[in-house]
């Protein structure tokens, strides 16, 4: 499928989120021994596909909003659902999000929280492209 050859395309690029230290008001901790296999792959395709594994990526979307890092996450949506699962400070704020946004571990955990929770219209092009559910 898409998500096997995905993750064999971009292994090496999920060694380096792992690794990355966290930064900014982070609450979380690493999703890693959360996710299963499944979602792993999900994750790293959906990162692939998104900003092809570039953390440091901030771009201006169609909608004048910046995206930013590996899932472009806009800084409302980030804030607003990083405190909903309690993964970041709750005294963040939308123009105090850099460097926490670009935290590749901080977006896996709020990216993986919302795909429980059926959000996947949050990457909707992508997972479009991708034509799987995350798996729960």
Known sequence: TLLTIVSIVTGTLAEKFIHREPQGEILATSTEKQLTHQQETFISALEFCESRGRTDIKILDSNNR????????????????????????????????????????????????????GLESHWKICTRKMGERYPK
């Open 66 to 117: 910046y995206s930013y890092g590996v899932l472009q996450f806009q800084a409302h949506t980030f804030v607003y659902f990083g405190q909903k699962y309690g993964i970041v400070d709750p005294s963040m704020t939308i123009d105090k999000v850099e460097p926490a946004i670009y935290d590749v571990e901080t977006q896996r955990a709020i990216a993986h929280r919302m795909l429980l929770d």
